[in-house]
């Protein structure tokens, strides 16, 4: 699968390792930075989504090839092949038919919502989300923006780094981990400013956020490649 993130947001907390390490699944461990887990919040919209169908051939699924994202993420690493990569608490989308696919093919938690991004003059993102079908009510509300100067990879060692370079995600289906690697060019990051107003997300899914300031980056565009998930060995 192919698709292009624009105008993404990467809000993070630090967690307690052992809070984190409750919350995930067998066969996956936290993975740490300054002694810290970290539990992202990452809105952003995509387009140009194809999915390759037969051979060398893709194709773009009506309904499917522009619509919102939000992320509710951590990282970890497998105790099986100690490979770090992304784990997903949920992703909520705008697209019913993307919702459908990917649990399905990707098994992972996708939740379909009502959600809407707007950019505005000064290049602020308005962003909602409010989480469909479900019985619990679950909202996301913020104001964000890129604050410019030279877009630049993150240095290796560096929080940021730590955060945005991930090349693999994992789930769990039928008793196995499972993982599908990714591939991009390394994240073109800015500074960032944000106000969220709403952020339910976290609750949502147990996690505690601390009474302090998210660490923030943006990004303006980036394609990303996903590959079909794998047993992880």
Known sequence: MAQRWNDLLFAHWPIPPGEMARLLPAGLEV??????????????????????AVGERCITVPGTGTFCELNLRTYVRSQ?????????????????????GARTLFHLPYFLADMHQQIESDGTVAYSSNRLLTGR???????????????????????????????????RHAGHVRVGHI?????????????????????????RLPDR??????????????????EDR
């Open 213 to 230: 300031p998210p660490v923030l980056h943006f990004a303006r565009k980036l394609d990303v490649y996903i590959w079909s998930l794998r």
């Open 137 to 171: 009510q679950v909202r996301f509300r913020a104001r964000y923006r890129g604050l410019g100067g030279v877009a630049s990879p993150s240095r290796t060692g560096t929080l940021e780094h730590f955060l945005t370079e991930r090349y693999s995600l994992f789930t």
């Open 31 to 52: 993975d740490s930075f300054d002694g810290y887990a970290w539990v992202g919040v990452v809105p952003f919209w995509m387009d140009q989504v194809r999915t390759r």
């Open 183 to 207: 591939h991009h060019l390394p994240w073109p990051l800015e500074a960032a400013e944000a106000e969220i107003s709403i952020n339910e997300l976290p609750a949502a899914h147990g996690i």
């Open 80 to 100: 099986i092949s100690g490979l770090g990569g992304v784990y997903f608490f949920s992703l909520d989308a705008a697209s019913a038919l993307a919702v459908i």
